[in-house]
């Protein structure tokens, strides 16, 4: 008596997103033997995606601010990588490669999912400093005669400053403010 293996094979690939499955494949057999007997058997083999992706984030980035903002515009790379494809790369807080960041500090964060619903995550700063000086404008020295009557002149005159960031205060560390009666000369 002579036994006959005729396997016959059936591959069905399901991707599940909602467990760590990557694929089931169901595998038949049928045996005939040599009167035409068969007789038949299944299993399935499954296959769980259990690897969590790669993130590569950037060092800490430290630049100045663009000439005259008080900004700066920074680009960065975050890669990442699976083991099987239809992994997908999310930011979830911080700002996108390219973008104008304010001068201090932003947090960047990423989050990587792929198709079975490992993650992996990575985060980075963007620190802008205001490396730039502010600017002053003195009028010219001032040379007036006195008020008559008076050994003195009242004297207005105007400071003008500006800066690329916002909060610059001028302060006057010597003198009389504008205005004020200066005292004249003999």
Not at 87 to 110: D, E, K, P, W, Y
Not at 128 to 154: F, K, L
Request: with cysteine; proline share 4%; hydrophobic share 35%.
């Amino acid at each position: 008596m002579t036994t006959v293996l005729a396997p016959t094979w059936r591959k069905r690939l399901v991707w599940r997103a909602d467990r760590a499955s990557l694929s089931t494949t169901a595998n038949s057999f049928t045996v005939t033997d040599g009167s035409g007997n068969t007789a038949a058997c299944s299993f399935t083999v499954t296959v769980n995606d259990t690897e969590i992706p790669t993130i590569t984030c950037p060092a800490n980035v430290v630049v100045s601010n663009d000439p005259g903002q008080c900004a700066a515009i920074v680009t960065y790379s975050v890669s990442f990588n699976d083991n099987c494809a239809g992994a997908n790369l999310a930011q979830t807080a911080g700002l996108a490669s390219g973008s104008s960041f304010a001068a201090g500090t932003t947090s960047n964060a990423f989050v990587v999912t792929d198709g079975s619903g490992n993650t992996a995550a990575c985060s980075f700063t963007v620190t802008v400093n205001d490396t730039e000086a502010p600017t002053i404008t003195c009028p010219a020295n001032v040379v007036v005669s006195n008020d008559p009557g008076q050994c003195a002149a009242n004297v207005t005159y105007s400071v003008s400053f500006n800066d690329n960031c916002a909060g610059a205060n001028l302060t006057q560390t010597a003198g009389l403010a504008s205005g004020s009666s200066f005292p004249g000369h003999d």
